[in-house]
T-cell receptor, first 115, second 111 residues
């Protein structure tokens, strides 16, 4: 398996524009997580899904952020409208249920810069 | 989930063992100890996890104290490529399955 695949790797956009980040989890994994990482706040869990259903979105900073998982092999994180303070590295991760533990596999991240 | 406390940074000489401590004094009976690391500009990488017993895999060993209030990650022969931020995380098993990262320990392996 190629691992968790995120696209794009880098995104530069202007304030006010819509940004869509994409993630393809590892095939067969039941859980999908979106994290955001900044120098100031470290790695923050934004939202996670189980079997394509959002379970906990308490980490989503505000209504400008939305995440979807239309099927088991694809998820998006959308920011509309984007702001400079959204600049960060966004990571997607997936894990397999049933082991009773959480070994999550992370993608390489999308570095978002909002100017 | 229980909180963890780690030193912000540590140094280690190349080829020597790196021992990274973690305190988790409020850990509950159904919580596991996980270790992840993040090499610069990459996504976090799973290393090892444990519940009560010591664990070893090809990457590292995990020593958990008998009262489970602290643990140590051991990299037996550190290399320059082990320079990374190491995160100790305590998380419940089962349905919630979410990992909350703290600030971690920056391990610098020196030549």
């Amino acid at each position: 398996d190629a691992g968790v695949i995120q696209s794009p790797r880098h995104e530069v956009t202007e304030m006010g524009q819509e940004v869509t980040l994409r993630c393809k989890p590892i095939s067969g994994h039941d859980y999908l997580f979106w994290y955001r990482q900044t120098m100031m706040r470290g790695l923050e869990l934004l939202i996670y899904f189980n079997n394509n259903v959002p379970i906990d979105d308490s980490g989503m900073p505000e209504d400008r952020f939305s995440a979807k998982m239309p099927n088991a092999s694809f998820s998006t994180l959308k920011i509309q409208p984007s702001e400079p303070r959204d600049s960060a590295v966004y990571f997607c991760a997936s894990s397999l249920k049933g082991t009773g533990t959480t070994e999550a596999f992370f993608g390489q991240g999308t570095r978002l810069t909002v100017v | 989930d229980a909180k963890t406390t780690q030193p912000p940074s540590m140094d280690c000489a190349e080829g020597r063992a790196a021992n990274l401590p973690c305190n988790h004094s409020t850990i509950s009976g159904n919580e596991y100890v996980y270790w992840y690391r993040q090499i610069h500009s990459q996504g976090p990488q799973y290393i090892i996890h444990g519940l009560k017993n010591n664990e070893t895999n090809e990457m590292a060993s995990l020593i958990i104290t008998e009262d489970r209030k602290s643990s140590t990650l051991i990299l037996p022969h550190a290399t320059l490529r082990d320079t990374a931020v190491y995160y100790c995380i305590v998380a419940k098993s089962g349905a919630t399955n979410k990992l909350i990262f703290g600030t971690g320990t920056l391990l610098a392996v020196q030549p």
